[in-house]
């Protein structure tokens, strides 16, 4: 058995709720309990609502962000160990969900995809070409190396990122929302390239996203995260065609519908005011029918 590229047991992060006082008076439970693994190659999706704690999850993984409890191993090894160290970064990488704010506006493209190789002390004399064929991997010009981040458009600066990213060759890259700032049709083929690179490069990702319907052709498993907990895991295409949990059906239900039989297949969840509701809101709905028909039953 080959050792998974990435394996969560147990993670916990929660962070303490103080009053005015300055006294603890509990926890945001922002991460709880979860466990899952990631083979080598594979891409896992992790979707949930905005607050479920997939970002958490992600600067743990990172090392931005310190455990409750439980562990982290990237390629076998606890991060507990390789935490900040140059190592854990030649393993993982992230490319975050805004790409204005993630590149400095007065570095160039080039100077930005440089950063990295400065850290892990890649040869200067190499930088130029290392730098173009990175650029290259993202399917942009090598001229864009003297561009500066306003000079480029939304889609083009996430490629920037994602090349950033690759410089150092991790084996394992977090996406945390990489699509989410963009149009629709930029998104598509943002994805398109990952799939592309993942092939090429042998990669393995972690793809985070509030939106299920992007795992769909992209991610081989998805895990749904709602409050911190991972409620419902399983191959994609399963997940869609029979999802377990009620939080499943709402995520599946916001996807956007491409054919009649999907629109057929599409569970009914009532709409409030145009707007899909929460999960809390949904169950309440629920709660509220159930009582409701009760009653009915109950004569006079
Ligand atoms: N540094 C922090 N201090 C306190 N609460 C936090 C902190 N970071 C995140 N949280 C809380 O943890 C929960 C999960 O947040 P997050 O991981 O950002 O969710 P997501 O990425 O799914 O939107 C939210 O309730 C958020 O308010
Ligand atoms: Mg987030």
Known sequence: MTVPMLEIRNLSKFFPIRNAFGRHTGDVRAVDDVSFSIERGAVYGLAGESGSGKSTIARMIMGLETPTSG??????????????????????????QNPGSSLNPRR?????????????????????????????????????????????????????????????APKLLVLDEPTSALDVSVQARVIDLLVDL?????????????????????????????????????????????????????????????SAEEEAMRPKIPLIDGEIPTAEKLIEIRALNTKNSFNEEQPG
């Not at 972690?206 to 991972?230: C, P, T």
């Open 108 to 168: 160039t493209v080039g100077q930005s995809v440089a950063v990295p190789l400065d850290a892990h002390g890649h040869p200067g004399r190499d930088r130029a070409r290392r730098i173009s064929e990175l650029l290259e991997m993202v399917q942009l010009p090598a001229n864009f190396a003297e561009r500066f981040p306003h000079e480029l458009s939304g889609g083009q600066k996430q490629r920037v990122a994602i090349a950033r990213a690759l410089a150092v």
């Open 71 to 96: 562990e982290i191993r990237i390629d076998g090894e606890s991060i507990a160990s390789s935490f900040g160290t140059r190592a854990h970064g030649k393993k993982v990488q992230m490319v975050f």
């Open 198 to 258: 993942g092939r090429r490069l042998d990669l393995t990702f972690l793809f985070i996203s509030h939106d299920l319907s992007l795992m769909r052709n992209f991610a081989g498993r998805v895990g749904i995260l709602y409050r911190g907990k991972i409620v419902e895991t399983g191959p994609t295409s399963d997940v869609f065609v029979d999802p377990q949990h009620d939080y499943t059906r709402l995520l599946l239900a916001s996807v956007p519908v491409i």
